[in-house]
C-alpha cells in the first residue's frame, strides 16, 4: 500500500470516532422479574428494569426500560435470541434491537449487540450501536450514538 494511502486512511481513522460518536455511554443494568412464555425449545419472554447511563462528559441519566425477547431455532440462528427493548428518562426515550448470544461456561451470561434508534429528547433523530453482557437484565453495556 502506498503512503498516501496509508496516511489518508489514518487520518479517516481519527476523524471518523469524533464524528460518529458523538454521545458515546456505558450503562449498568438492573432486570426485574422475567416473564417467560412458549417451551423449552423456543422461548419468548418480557422484562422491566432500570439502569444508569453515564456519558463520555460526565453526566448520568437514571433509565426505565422494557424488554421483549425471543429463542431463535437451533439450526437457522446466528444469535440465540433476539430483543427489542424501549427505554425513558428525563433526558429523552430510545429503543434498542440486540442480538444475544449465551456464553458457554457463562451460567446464564450472554453477550449481546445490537442498534440504537433515538425517539425524544437528546436522543432524538440520532441512531448508534450497543453493547451490552450480564445475566437475567443485570449487566453493563456501551453507546456509541452517532448525530
Known amino acids: 500500500m502506498s503512503n498516501i494511502l496509508r496516511i489518508s486512511a489514518l487520518a479517516i481513522?481519527?476523524?471518523?470516532?469524533g464524528i460518529a460518536h458523538a454521545?458515546?455511554?456505558?450503562?449498568?443494568?438492573?432486570?426485574?422479574?422475567?416473564k417467560t412464555v412458549g417451551t423449552d425449545q423456543y422461548q419468548g419472554s418480557y422484562q422491566d428494569g432500570t439502569s444508569v447511563v453515564t456519558f463520555s462528559d460526565g453526566s448520568r441519566v437514571s433509565?426505565?426500560?422494557?424488554?421483549?425477547?425471543?429463542?431463535?431455532?437451533?439450526n437457522a440462528k446466528v444469535f440465540d435470541f433476539?430483543?427489542?427493548?424501549?427505554?425513558?428518562?428525563d433526558a429523552?426515550?430510545?429503543s434498542m434491537i440486540f442480538g444475544c448470544n449465551n456464553i458457554?461456561?457463562?451460567?446464564?451470561?450472554?453477550?449481546c449487540v445490537g442498534g440504537l434508534n433515538g425517539k425524544t429528547g437528546r436522543y432524538a433523530g440520532k441512531s448508534g450501536?450497543?453493547?451490552?453482557?450480564?445475566?437475567?437484565?443485570?449487566?453493563?453495556?456501551?453507546m456509541q450514538w452517532t448525530d
Open 129 to 142: 450501536a450497543t453493547t451490552w453482557s450480564g445475566t437475567g437484565g443485570t449487566g453493563t453495556g456501551t
Open 104 to 111: 458457554p461456561g457463562g451460567n446464564g451470561m450472554q453477550g
Open 23 to 34: 454521545g458515546t455511554a456505558t450503562y449498568t443494568t438492573k432486570g426485574g422479574p422475567e
Open 13 to 17: 481513522c481519527l476523524a471518523v470516532p
Open 92 to 94: 429523552g426515550s430510545y
Open 82 to 89: 433476539h430483543f427489542a427493548c424501549n427505554s425513558s428518562s
Open 63 to 74: 433509565e426505565n426500560w422494557t424488554c421483549i425477547g425471543v429463542s431463535q431455532p437451533p
